[in-house]
C-alpha cells in the first residue's frame, strides 16, 4: 500500500547530527512524495521552528549538544502540536518509551525498515491532519459561543445539562415560547444540525463530560 502523500501544508521535519543517514532518509522520504526539511541539530531546528509548522518531526534521539529528548521538552514548553516520531539506537529504546508517556508519537528502532519508516510518518500525517482540522473546528465553536447573548448562554448551558424547556422556563422564569425562541437562535448561532451536534461541540471546547 503505497503510503499517504503529505498535503502541501505538511512537511517532515528532519533532525538528526547524521549527515549520511539525513540524506538518506530525504531521500527516501521525497522519493514518495513527501516534502522534507533536514536539520544537522536540534538548536538549528528550534531556531527555525514556528507554531503554525504541520506535518511531522523524525528526530533522533542522541546528538551532540541539545539532545532529541531535550528538544522534546523545549517543543513540549512552547505548546508544539508537532508529532514527533524519535529515531532510536538499540540502548536508546527505554529512553524513547519514556518520552511516549511525555507525547511522543512513536519510535523507530536503527537500522529500521523502510516500509515501517514510511507507514509510521503517513499515519503521523492523518492523524496531525485530523488534529488540526479538531482545531479549527474548536476554534469555529468557541467564536459562535462568543456570539451568544447571556440569556442564550444561559438556555445552552441548561440545555446541555439536559434539561427540557419546561424546566429551563421554570429555571429562568421566562415563558416556554422565550425559551423556544432562544433555544432557535442558539442552534443557528451555533450551526448546529441537530441536538446531539450542539452538545458534542460546546463538550469539547469546554473539555466538560457531562452525564
Not at 529504546?93 to 508519537?105: D, F, I, M
Request: overall charge negative; aromatic content about 6%.
Amino acid at each position: 500500500m503505497k503510503p499517504q502523500v503529505s498535503t502541501p501544508e505538511q512537511i517532515i521535519y528532519l533532525v538528526d547530527d547524521d549527515e549520511a543517514l539525513r540524506d538518506s532518509l530525504a531521500w527516501l522520504l521525497e522519493s514518495q512524495g513527501f516534502k522534507v526539511a533536514a536539520f544537522a541539530s536540534a538548536e538549528d531546528f528550534l531556531k527555525a521552528w514556528r507554531p503554525e509548522f504541520n506535518g511531522c518531526l523524525l528526530l533522533d534521539v542522541r546528538m551532540p549538544g541539545m539532545s532529541g529528548l531535550e528538544l522534546h521538552e523545549r517543543l513540549r514548553a512552547q505548546y508544539s502540536t508537532l508529532p514527533i516520531i524519535f529515531i532510536t539506537g538499540h540502548g536508546d529504546v527505554p529512553t524513547a518509551v519514556a518520552a511516549l508517556k511525555k507525547g511522543a508519537v512513536d519510535f523507530i528502532e536503527k537500522p529500521f525498515n523502510d516500509t515501517e519508516l514510511l507507514r509510521l510518518v503517513s499515519q503521523c500525517l492523518v492523524t496531525e491532519q485530523e488534529h488540526r482540522a479538531r482545531r479549527r473546528q474548536d476554534a469555529e465553536v468557541s467564536r459562535r459561543l462568543d456570539q451568544l447573548t447571556q440569556r442564550e448562554r444561559e438556555v445552552l448551558d441548561l440545555i446541555i445539562v439536559g434539561k427540557l424547556n419546561k424546566q429551563i422556563a421554570d429555571v429562568l422564569g421566562i415563558s416556554i415560547k422565550t425559551v423556544e425562541v432562544h433555544r432557535a437562535r442558539v442552534m443557528e448561532k451555533m450551526a448546529a444540525q441537530s441536538l446531539a451536534e450542539l452538545v458534542q461541540n460546546v463538550m469539547a471546547i469546554e473539555g466538560v463530560q457531562r452525564t
